[in-house]
C-alpha cells in the first residue's frame, strides 16, 4: 500500500484478502478467542522499537534542520540567528531528549515489570513520542521551506512515516483512555 504516495515495498505494509479460509480447531493458538490477548502481548514491547525508531528518525532531521539554519541566510542572516529559528531548535531540542527518556523509562519498566505492569508508560510513549518527534520534523520542514516537502532531501517521507506512526500504534484517544483509566485507578488505591 501507498501511504502519502510513497510505496515501502517490499517493506512497507500490505493489505491482504482472505476468501473461504477454513481454520480447523488444530490450529488455535492459546485457544478460541484468545488472538487479541496474543497481539497484546507483543505490541508492547514492539511499541518500544517503534519509538528508539522515531527518535532516530527526529534526530537525523534536526541534524539536517541545525545544518540548513547555519547555511541559508535571510534578510543578511544566516537563519539561526533569528529568534523563530532559535526557538525551533531549542524545543526540538528539547522535543528529542524527553522523547528519548520517556523510551528508555518505559524499556526500563518493562524490563523490571513486565508489559502488563508497563502499560501506563506503554500508552504514555504511543502518544507522546510520536507527536513530539513529529514536531520536530515539521520545524524541519519550516526551517527548509520549499525544499522540506519535495524529495531532495528525507524530511517529507519522514513526515508521513511518523505520522502514519500514530495510525498503525493505534488511535491516541485509546491510548490516552488506558493512561487515563491507569491513573484513576492508581489514585484510588492511594
Known sequence: LTVFGYDDAPHGHAEVQLTNVVCGPDTL?????????????????????HCMRAVGLASRCYDLMVLRSMSRT????????????????????????????????????IDQRGPRGARDQIAMIKVAV?????RVVDRAIQVFGGAGVCNDFPLARAFAGLRTLRIADGPD????RTLALLEVKRAKLR
Open 173 to 176: 484517544a485509546v491510548h490516552r
Open 74 to 109: 535571510t534578510f543578511g542572516k544566516p537563519l539561526y540567528q533569528h529568534g523563530g529559528c532559535q526557538e525551533m531548535i531549542a524545543d526540538s531540542a528539547t522535543d528529542i531528549q524527553t522523547s528519548r527518556l520517556l523510551t528508555l523509562s518505559c524499556a526500563a519498566s
Open 29 to 49: 493458538i492459546l485457544g478460541e478467542g484468545k488472538g487479541f490477548e496474543i497481539a497484546q502481548s507483543r505490541l508492547g514491547p514492539g511499541r518500544i522499537h
Open 130 to 134: 510520536p507527536e513530539m518527534t513529529l
